[in-house]
């Protein structure tokens, strides 16, 4: 086996022509093995196999430095550059996470997860190895998907100003984790087709120099042009066409599903995790395109992952141009909702709370400055989300909270979510972001009837005295928990609260808890700086009310164990009665 | 007098070519005396009268919508959309904003002031038309300089997805607010070196249709081309070169200084206001170009605005490559900084408060993930600062605050700002931002020691009792005055403390303030929501200290009278005396 004398890239070179081919075979291999045992990023890393040899045959990591653009490409770097057990060896399959991160090693530059940040990041590593007049060429590898996020199209015109050695690997595969939109994909067609010769070229538009690889799989062409490359004192793209999912057929028939995979059968492709669970995912698709058949100006919108809100490839059909996917680019989601909602029509815009942050400015200029009745339902905004920490869920209260005119929503339960949802997208004074409850699904059976116009109307679910637990959202769960052990070790018989409204405070209902409460315990599913709670014991701040916040500390966590960080957190009822008892 | 019959498009649309050439003449001479008086945007407004005349010409505003970018350029449009007034009499010129405002007319869409976001919003305008089956023609203006902006590009590339009716006007004058930045702006020189018929063309790449007018600054060029794509039904680039500040020659000869104005003397150009106050953004660029010359690893980054860090011409041309001006592209120039710091170089990216909310994710994702030591002065982070709605420094304490590693000092005085700007620069471990003081520059001739690396230690400038007050930075003046009138109204020695670290509390401090002190009051120049204050109001939660936070309401506010919104937060010392006698 070729793959195990891999201990790093001068391995690499050392290989012949054959061998470089069986080692593609091998890699493929224990590709396929470990994710269906794991699952992962599928489509991405079959289809990066052969540029990854080609990189480390040619190149010398990590004198000379490659940036992996959201890094869902790096499983085969990450083989041949020392972490090859972590793919061979079921024990070690952990050993890695699943992107770039340098604390593995030495030949990752930056731990990353979001997408279209390789070619501003290889910017600044050949700044520095400029001004300090070092040496080694800086590669930057981006997908086609990615290039359509605002952050990478700018790193294309800072590039072209460098004057100096960049090789930016453009992996064309003609796909974003959907299909890809924005006519810049009818010009990258147009290279495909000429064989890169078309005298209309966005990369040459940018200012750059250009190459052109029709197959991006095969190794051996890859290496005489990165050879050519090598050392370049120009910027310079190499545009390399690349199969998605290519050696595995199922991925190749079916590229959107297998761009990310759960733990499937090799034989038939299925998945073998079995879920009938309903998802919010689901829920909010099926709503909306219920709503869209009778109301002609809601228009959903995603930033290339038309999944968050339930939008697979049939209900999308179904939307036709009631549906919009920009690409990855949430600027520009964002603002387009903002002119939508400023036209008459019905903006919902879903996102994961990881990416939400990738439009700060423009919610805040674009939309609540012009009080744009806009819709955004924040996905996975939840420490039950993902765990990687560069998609983690627990900031976006402190993001979105603070500015002004928006109004942040925590439903609980499934039915209070869609009447949330619903209201939303009917009322057209409020930009307003939904943050969709994480954790197992509850569903009340009832009906919600609310107008949430009334801003900041805190529901008391059940009267007490002496506590006051407010539950937003997804940890409204472990508010009721904490009543019941009140109740039981304490006899204390809690007010409950579930507080709907995150980024405006029920003056009254706190005012009134003075009257028979000595202390308010808050619980959100999110960082306590800049959250929820804080509110709360600011507005408590010169009275005798004592307010005791729950919730994460301000800090990544990456790959954590749940329980670990709940415990860390005092996030468990016991601890948080303990606390009670020290205090009262 | 033409300009005083225009009431409105209508009126535009009845003129006959010579008035048209005659209003031309006069909203120059309505600008050059309205700017002269009361400064304002020059360069942007003189380059675009004709344009704007030949619009409202052709197009029926506002059922056509004209989308204008920054809407620096909107002063004409202004003139001829009922608000001639507030150009013609000086008694009402401060009837207008600076910027498109949807409260003053029915031509203005959006209130907008930060680059690149035109299109987007123009591309949900046209939407919202579209899924309504609506009719009207949709504009987009944009400049050369805003072009740069990951959302204007991500806007071009979602734009020619559209498949209908939307007119993007490309109005090139050859420069951002200092000269344009990146490799993109080689194509347009091609463009308009070629009458615009270079077949590498970014706007064609881009997947849109595109004609050029040789002169932006013709009417009658420009009526003939906008009614060619009037009621276009695909997506269409109308490219056109105007001279920025045309009609004045000091501007046009001197682009740079005269982009925005300070009031002038017509005959010379010369600035009226005279000042010879040390300013701190010429403070950081000559300490910057003083270690630059000793340390070839520190880089400065701008995103377009070369001045905010002092660096004019003359600096920038003696940095040399030690400066780095990224265009309008803020998440670039923080990626880009990442990217320098992770090479051992030394990164520093100034910028302005409004501007850092465009790169929130870079600095999470990009900067803090990957505990990059970037050094990001903040300036105009202050109520002192910017008073337009979209340009308000009080936001970015909340935005930057509550990212996890971030270290966000507040220096108090000038020499404080320079040992914290030295340490940041020098040390590798944590990015860093400062909060660069607004109002009048405080010098104390004391040189700063303090290490830094000591994160969150408080400086306790007067040790009292009852009552410690936490001024932080640009308001730790307001809690010298608090302190004073405590002890001459009440006779309370209030101890005085100079938090400096605005990301992290100095818990041993605050629990020292337990033993003699009843009353913690926090100062802050920002809104209170995710702010300061409320980290310390935390940790007072379940104690006996009472806690007052002063800062601003979470609100947007715009063209403010400053002692007022002092005055509605309590931010005067004799209204925090009478809240403290209340409470004590």
């Known amino acids: 086996m070729v793959l195990e004398i891999i201990q790093g890239p001068s391995d690499v070179k050392k290989l012949a022509k054959e061998q470089r081919l069986t080692l593609a075979n091998e890699i493929r291999s224990a590709l396929l093995k470990k994710l269906s045992k794991q699952g992962g990023h599928f489509g991405p890393n079959f289809g990066f ?21 959201v890094s869902h490409q790096c499983y085969p770097h990450k083989m041949l550059t020392g972490r090859k057990d972590a793919f061979l060896y079921e024990a070690h399959y952990h050993d890695v996470s699943g992107y770039t991160n340098p604390l593995e090693s030495e030949h990752d530059h930056f731990t990353v997860g979001h997408t279209s940040t390789s070619i ?125 999912g290519k050696g595995y057929q199922p991925a190749i028939e079916n590229k959107e599903p297998w761009h990310y995979c759960a733990p499937f059968d090799i034989k038939t492709g299925a998945s073998i995790i079995k879920t009938n669970i309903e998802s919010y995912n689901d829920l909010t698709g099926k709503f909306l395109l219920e709503k869209m058949k009778q109301d002609t100006s809601i228009v959903a919108i995603t930033a290339g992952t038309p999944t968050v809100m339930g939008f697979v490839e049939k209900l999308r059909n179904e939307a036709g141009n009631q549906f919009v996917d920009v ?110 409850p994480g954790g197992k699904m509850i569903s009340t059976g009832k009906q919600v009837t609310k107008d949430f116009s009334q801003l900041n109307t805190y529901e008391i679910v059940e009267k007490g005295s002496k506590v006051a637990i407010l539950g937003l959202g997804s940890f409204y769960p472990l508010a009721e928990k904490v009543k019941m052990m009140l109740q039981e070790t304490l006899k ?76 860390a957190n005092r996030l468990k009822e016991e601890l948080i009665v303990e606390d009670v008892k020290a205090i009262l």
């Open 120 to 244: 501003s990041l290889a910017c600044g590593l050949a700044k520095a190895r400029d001004v300090k007049q070092g040496e080694g060429n800086v590669i930057a590898i981006i997908g086609d998907g990615s290039l359509s996020g605002g952050e990478a199209l700018e790193g294309l015109n800072v590039a072209a100003e460098l004057n100096s050695n960049i090789i930016i690997v453009v992996n064309d595969n003609d796909m974003s984790i959907a299909e890809n939109h924005g006519g810049m994909y009818r010009n990258l067609k147009r290279l495909r087709d000429t064989n890169g010769s078309a005298s209309c070229n966005l990369f040459k538009a940018m200012g750059l120099d250009y190459v052109f690889v029709d197959d991006g799989n095969d190794v051996e062409k890859l290496i005489t042009v990165f050879q050519q490359v090598k050392d370049t004192n120009k910027p310079i793209v190499v545009h390399i066409v690349t199969e998605k």
């Open 327 to 436: 690409g990855i680019a949430e600027e520009t989601a964002v603002a387009m909702a903002s002119g939508i909602a400023k036209n008459g029509g019905k903006p919902v815009f879903g996102v994961y709370s990881t990416f939400i942050q990738r439009s700060y400015d423009q919610i805040s200029h674009d939309v609540c400055i012009n009080q744009s009745a806009v819709t955004i339902p924040v996905f996975a905004g939840s420490i039950y989300g993902m765990r990687d920490v560069t998609h983690l869920g627990i900031y976006d209260i402190a993001m979105l909270s603070n500015i002004p005119n928006l109004v942040y929503l925590a439903p609980v339960s499934k039915e209070e979510y869609l009447a949330m949802l619903d209201w939303s997208i009917e009322q057209t004074q409020y930009p307003v972001a939904i943050r969709v």
């Open 49 to 69: 196999v052969e540029a990854t040899i080609a990189l480390h045959y040619v190149f010398d990591s990590p004198k000379d430095k490659i940036v992996f653009d």
């Open 492 to 567: 204390i018989e809690a007010t409950l609260i579930n507080p709907q409204y995150i980024t405006g405070i029920d003056e009254q209902v706190l005012t009134a808890l003075k009257d028979n409460h000595d202390l308010v315990i808050t619980l959100e599913d999110g960082i306590l700086d800049g959250g929820f709670g804080e509110k709360i014991t600011r507005f408590y701040g010169t009275s005798e009310m004592k307010v005791l916040n729950y919730g994460f500390k301000k800090e990544f966590l990456d790959r954590f164990d749940l329980n670990e960080v709940l415990l």
